[in-house]
């Protein structure tokens, strides 16, 4: 990673938070039209399951903007982490090195008062946890990607669709230090130290999963993740797997998991990877494959099924504190046959939802 001068990253920001308050302050009906005034024309925008790809604005607005205002109102946006960077990923890892980017994480607050995607209302508030990235073209966002926790929604609605997390479900924290909105140009040597670390750990884990591969032992040693972790780590997983604190009960309720009962392991590489100051950001589409064997989820032994994936790390001295993690685990499911709203939609019957 190179470093760039903060007032490229400055300008990046202001767009994407002048994107969010004309989007924010929107009224059904207009969200296309703000979502047009900030894109270029060329935008791209990616959801998670069930929204997938759209080429245009007025796309996105229809199949997420605009049901979520209908659904979800008033809305309000409780961002925890916002930053910048340049992307490092190299092309053939299917990034673009060099791009700006900017991320935002935290959650949307709204009434549930009408159904949305088939979920029953709760007539009370609800959390929908997200993490958002924007490629930024000048003074326009040329691509967006958007990861949202269905799951989670159907779980505050009574309609959770899995066995019992093997994490704590809750809505996740922001972080411990609470400086995670990087307003403020930061200086450039942190992010770059933040993103070192970050690939260390990843170096550490493809090694350990080498001699794993070699092996057949899956049970990593947590002396592994301790070199780069704080043993008081947080892990916020999605709904579904759920949140762990300290490496010890990270590796028992996702770590161990994830490596016995899934196999087959190939990375795709990342759209984008980036850091600014103590934090960094990375997204694929997807990030990874990989075959069920039995367990995971509930799932029995499947086919191979590609996974969308969003990790936020928070960096406090020499090792990694805190990390958000976004599994789209509703796709991954759907690709193996189980579709949990449309089951969702047929247990509720002919209830009005």
């Known amino acids: 990673m190179t470093e ?6 400055q300008t990046a920001k202001q767009v994407v938070l002048d994107y969010y308050a004309d989007l924010d302050d929107a009224g059904p009906g207009q969200t296309a039209a703000a979502i047009g005034r ?6 791209r925008w990616r959801g998670t399951y069930p929204f997938y790809e759209q080429s245009s604005a007025e796309a996105a607005a229809e199949v997420f903007y605009e049901p979520l205002l209908e659904s979800f109102s008033p809305l309000q946006r409780r961002p925890d982490i916002f930053l910048a960077g340049s992307n490092v990923v190299s092309e053939h890892e299917s990034g673009q090195a060099g791009t700006t980017w900017v991320c935002q994480m935290g959650h949307i607050l709204g009434l549930f008062d009408k159904p949305w995607l088939g979920i029953p209302p709760t007539q009370r508030m609800c959390f929908l946890r997200y993490a958002e990235f924007h490629r930024i073209e000048g003074n326009r966002i040329a691509e967006t990607a958007l990861f949202t926790d269905v799951i989670s929604v159907m779980a505050q609605a009574g309609q959770y669709p899995l066995p019992p997390a093997t994490g704590s479900s809750h809505i996740h924290p922001g972080p411990l230090t609470h400086d995670g909105l990087l307003f403020d140009a930061q200086d450039p040597s942190t992010g770059l130290e933040t993103l070192a670390l970050t690939e260390r750990m990843i170096e550490d884990l493809s090694e350990a999963n080498r001699i794993a591969a070699e092996t057949g032992d899956d049970r990593m040693s947590p002396d ?4 780069t972790w704080h043993d008081d780590m947080i892990w916020n997983g999605s709904a579904g797997i759920g949140a762990s604190y300290t490496v010890e009960r990270y590796q028992h309720q996702h770590s ?4 016995f009962n899934l196999t087959d392991k ?3 590489g990342h759209v984008a990877r980036f850091a600014e100051g103590n934090y960094a950001a990375w997204f694929g589409w997807p990030n990874l494959s990989n075959r069920a064997t039995g367990g995971f989820l509930g799932m029995t032994a499947g086919q191979s ?8 790390y928070r960096r406090d001295g020499d ?3 805190e990390n958000w993690v976004f599994l789209d685990l509703a796709h991954w499911l759907s690709q193996q046959g189980l579709d949990v709203l449309h089951r969702m939609r047929q ?5 009005g939802f």
């Not at 900030?38 to 935008?43: A, F, N, Q, R």
């Not at 099924?305 to 936020?312: F, K, L, P, S, T």
């Not at 247990?347 to 209830?351: A, Q, R, V």
């Open 4 to 9: 760039v001068h903060p007032s490229r990253l």
């Open 38 to 43: 900030h894109t270029t024309p060329e935008y």
């Open 224 to 227: 592994v993740l301790r070199k």
């Open 256 to 259: 161990y998991p994830f490596r």
């Open 266 to 268: 190939v990375f795709n």
């Open 305 to 312: 099924a590609e996974m969308r994936v969003v990790d936020i």
């Open 319 to 321: 090792k990694l504190a």
């Open 347 to 351: 247990l509720l019957g002919d209830e």
